[in-house]
């Protein structure tokens, strides 16, 4: 009742029979599962780490190669590359357009100065892209979306700490798309090394003020917030990952087969793969690509409109000053002369 | 190769000193794989408790460290060395460097005793007689930096290649890492050690011996100074929730067999091709590269018969360094006089061209 300029937009008005709007949530899904959706992951790390395993793992099917050197013949990569697949799943209805970017050659070679710069590139080409697309007069009414929702960094399990490398690159990386590090082959750590790797490893990017996805968020509720701490503890998650079932307890699960023992990929308790899995797939799909468009793109987008609008000024417009001073108008002094 | 045993039998009271390098970039065990080699901490474990120095390039830091082993009652005087920071920074060129840098210092310290008339017969000896270069167990094949360091290093020391941290691989996908490898190893060829033998000369067992450890190339090692307990028994391993690793266990790992044929099958052979092979290459690239090449070819064949000879060798040695001390400064003399000639010819052009010059004005 009382200072009501605040809470007037929030007063809820009392309806007297039902109208049926609530139905719009049915109205919308019935239209964004006829246009499908569109998810883009970028997979970075050096060769061998498992990252189309684990890719193909995550998304249950064969859906990119992997694209290590298995022949002598075979020159080994001087350069990153970045190479895009593009595969459409579809579950329950549901279709997915799933765009897997992969990038072999980085990180591989003796000096690996700046290679990370086609990754970046690439990020921004798409950003730039889809900027355009925008402000075509004649746009689209849905315009295709290449942009990178989600970016796996792989990181080598030394179980030491960080190289020089990964820190630069994940600084660079995470201003520009949302990063999601990972522990690759973890199955070569025991539990304690890669809880000290882990700790480890979230100091170093703490001391390097390096953003991670999730972002904090003001209208996140309580429990989306508690559910992101949890995820913020994890990272980097723990994985390991396979193509190949294996028979546990008369049960044909994804896993690998050592001279040691059977390792279940879906195990929680032998590593963090279907936190991984849940999370991109199962809590934060949608939030990925919102924020995505919302932060990164924004972002992208802002800066361009503020270059385009400075460099289309012309060389500071002398002020049409003084209208009414004869000399001016009437002589034309070479030295007046500027501009218009 | 019979005559090692002879060596051993003779050698056993002294003890053996043998000297091996480890190589690998940081993560692919090296440090724990010699601890267990030593079964004690010998190396510190990486210390990165501290978040700030993550990206700090360090470079690479070479540190050798003396451990006395015993050996079945055979005392082994090892010299590790250990190589941090190879691989680690963003361009690691410079790490090729500086470990070929070392094994060269080690060569130039024995080229110069060898030429010393009075020898020290305590020096102590630091070749490195194996380099064992740890692989990423990517799973793949070799990449570029395997392939630059197994190339600029086997000319000037054993290499022997090991894939670190084996325990990610399953036996098929360790299989056909290993054979992809020796496939590299081929195509490139790149000399490694790879326990060479005689199928006419060396008796069967060696034989056998040589061809088996030739065919575990390159070893898969699994390292752990820690110890569990396997269905009752202490054994030193690793602890995962779906089973453990047993480091001994010749199924489970190479270790225990590239650790006999490193300090006491094949320690012998090492050394010997080390001295005899690559040392001597060194020695002659080395020589045929000074100009008074003729000077240290005397100086080492008359240092075999120092006792009568060491006054005559010195006055000699005296001698050559005078004539050298003469050549040079008639070469300097020459080179003066060149000079001079040079100079004064173009002191004469310059006159002439300031004659013509003067003509042709007058004549203007």
């Known amino acids: ?340 | 190769m019979a005559h090692r045993l002879g060596g051993r039998r003779k050698n056993v009271k002294k003890g053996f000193q043998f000297t091996f390098m480890v190589v690998g970039t940081s993560g692919t065990g090296r440090t724990t794989f010699v601890n267990t080699l030593c079964d004690s901490n010998v190396l510190p474990n990486k210390i990165c408790d501290n978040p700030e120095d993550a990206h700090i390039e360090e470079g690479i830091n070479i540190k050798p460290i003396s451990v006395d082993l015993d050996e079945d009652g055979v005392r082994i005087s090892l010299t590790i060395v250990d190589t941090p920071g190879f691989g680690d920074n963003i361009d690691n060129e410079r790490c090729f460097h500086e470990i070929v840098a070392y094994l060269e210092r080690q060569y130039d310290d024995i080229l110069a005793e060898e030429s010393r008339i009075k020898r020290n017969a305590r020096f102590r000896d630091n070749r490195v007689h194996a380099l064992l270069y740890f692989i990423s167990p990517t799973g793949h094949a070799l990449r570029e930096i395997d392939i630059e360091l197994m190339r600029r290093l086997s000319p000037r020391v054993n290499v022997i290649p090991v894939v670190g941290r084996a325990d990610s691989l399953t036996p098929q996908e360790l299989k056909d890492f290993k054979r992809r490898i020796m496939e590299d190893i081929e195509h490139y060829s790149i000399p490694i050690y790879n326990f060479p033998y005689d199928v006419e000369e060396d008796d069967e067992d060696t034989v056998e011996e040589n061809s088996e450890l030739r065919a575990l190339l390159p070893f898969a090692i699994i390292g752990s100074d820690e110890e569990i307990n396997v269905n009752g028994r202490i054994v030193r391993g690793r602890q995962y929730p779906w089973g453990a690793v047993e480091v001994d266990n010749p199924k489970h790992s190479d270790f225990g067999r590239l650790r006999s044929a490193l300090l006491s099958s094949h320690l012998q052979d090492l050394k010997e091709i080390t001295h005899d092979f690559l040392y001597e290459n060194y020695r002659t690239e080395k020589l045929s590269r000074t100009v008074s090449g003729g000077d240290q070819e005397d100086a080492s064949l008359n240092a075999e018969d120092m006792a009568s000879q060491s006054v005559r060798l010195k006055e000699e040695q005296l001698k050559k360094e005078e004539e050298k001390l003469r050549e040079i400064e008639l070469k300097v003399q020459r080179e003066i006089q060149e000079k001079r000639a040079e100079l004064s010819s173009k002191e004469e052009a310059l006159r002439s061209l300031e004659a013509r010059l003067a003509q042709a004005q007058l004549a203007d």
Request: hydrophobic share 35%; aromatic share 6%.
């Open chain 1, 1 to 340: 009742m009382t200072n009501s300029e605040n809470t007037a937009e929030n007063k809820q008005t009392i309806l007297n029979a039902y109208v049926g709007f609530d139905t719009i949530t049915q109205q919308i899904e019935k239209k964004s599962l006829k246009r499908g959706f569109q998810f883009n992951v970028m997979v970075v790390g050096q060769t061998g780490l498992g990252k189309s395993t684990l890719v193909n793992t995550i998304f249950a099917s064969h859906l990119i190669e992997s694209k290590g050197r298995l022949n002598a013949d075979e020159p080994p990569r001087q350069t990153t590359e970045i190479e895009a697949v593009s595969h459409l799943i579809e579950e329950n209805g549901v279709r997915l357009r799933l765009n897997i970017v992969d990038t072999p050659g980085y990180g591989d070679q003796v000096n690996n100065e700046n290679c990370w710069e086609p990754i970046i590139k690439y990020i921004k080409d798409q950003h730039s892209a889809y900027l355009r697309k925008e402000l075509t007069a004649q746009r689209e009414r849905y315009i295709q979306d290449s942009r990178i929702h989600c970016c796996l960094f792989f990181i080598t399990p030394s179980g030491h700490s960080l190289k020089p490398i990964d820190i630069v690159v994940l600084k660079k990386l995470s201003e520009v798309v949302n990063i999601v590090p990972v522990i690759a082959k973890s199955d070569s750590l025991t539990l304690e090394e890669r809880e000290a790797f882990r700790q480890r490893i979230k100091a170093e990017l703490a001391f390097h003020n390096i953003n991670l996805y999730p972002y904090e968020s003001h209208e996140d509720e309580e429990q989306e917030q508690a559910l992101n701490e949890s995820i913020r503890e994890l990272i980097p998650f723990a994985i390991v990952g396979s193509e190949r079932n294996v028979v546990i307890d008369g049960k044909a699960v994804r896993g690998r087969k050592t001279r040691w023992g059977v390792i279940n990929v879906e195990d929680e308790t032998h590593c963090e793969f279907v936190h991984l899995r849940n999370f991109l797939t199962r809590t934060h799909l949608q939030d990925l690509i919102e924020t995505t468009a919302h932060i990164h793109y924004e972002a992208f987008r802002t800066k361009q409109l503020l270059a385009i609008k400075g460099s289309a000024q012309p060389s500071s417009p002398t002020p049409m000053s003084s209208p009414a001073t004869p000399s001016t108008n009437a002589g034309v002094s070479p030295a007046a002369g500027s501009a218009r």
